[in-house]
């Protein structure tokens, strides 16, 4: 049983950090706002679900949204004015970006989640199969993960928005020759980035 508990948190964890390393390759910057921006999206989803009464796909989609949003919205405003700053100040500004999330997540309403009420999730169940007990939300991680993540690779590896992504985070200025931008494709990275860390983050508040 604890090791099918790392497994899970293991695949969560790795597909968040995902995100991060992304970001790294294009920016060379550690982005410590994944986690917030994460839980704002959860928090998002949890508040339409509990308190609004928001069918489940609906809230997810209004959460995932969330999570791009955010992310999209802190790169244009932030990000891109820094982005020939020295990498500490960027390191800096998302330490600032996780302030900001956290503040916005704190401003939410407070849930009307009843005391023992589960996350919201999309089915419920609970089985045991060799001794190991699985709930549904585990489940969704087991599945989910590995698709999302064979997803992104595909996008990465085998399409032009992948290749211009590489070709960016390999040398911005040869890129720029190519006719590339690198502040649009850091656009594109860090919403890919809010995008994941919704996601699992979402996954995750499911397994608790």
């Known amino acids: 049983q604890i090791i099918f508990i790392g497994l899970i948190e293991g695949l969560s964890i790795g597909l968040l950090s995902l995100g991060i390393v992304l970001i790294y390759r ?13 839980a704002l999206a959860a928090t998002m989803l ?5 308190n ?22 802190v790169e244009l405003t932030v990000i891109t004015r820094l982005f020939t700053a020295p990498r500490v100040i960027l390191l800096v ?29 999309p089915f419920s169940g609970e089985w045991t199969v060799a001794g190991v007990r699985i709930t549904s939300a585990e489940i969704i991680v087991l599945v989910a993960v590995p698709v999302i993540a064979t997803g992104v690779s595909l996008l990465l ?5 992948g290749k211009t ?17 690198p ?6 990275v860090w919403t890919l980035s809010g995008l994941l860390a919704a996601l699992t983050t979402v996954m995750l508040a499911g397994t608790k």
């Open 26 to 38: 294009t920016s060379r910057v550690i982005n410590f706002a994944v986690g917030s921006i994460g």
């Open 46 to 50: 949890a508040l339409l679900v509990s």
């Open 52 to 73: 609004y009464g928001w069918n489940y796909w609906f809230a997810l989609a209004a959460a995932l949204t969330t999570g791009i949003a955010f992310a999209a919205l």
């Open 93 to 121: 500004a998302t330490i600032g970006i996780a302030q900001l999330a956290d503040l916005f997540r704190n401003a939410l309403p407070d849930l009307g989640i009843q005391l023992g009420a589960r996350y919201p999730l």
């Open 157 to 161: 590896g085998r399409t032009r928005v």
């Open 165 to 181: 992504v590489q070709a960016a985070a390999s040398n911005a200025d040869k890129a720029r020759l190519s006719g590339i931008n």
């Open 183 to 188: 502040k649009l494709v850091s656009t594109f």
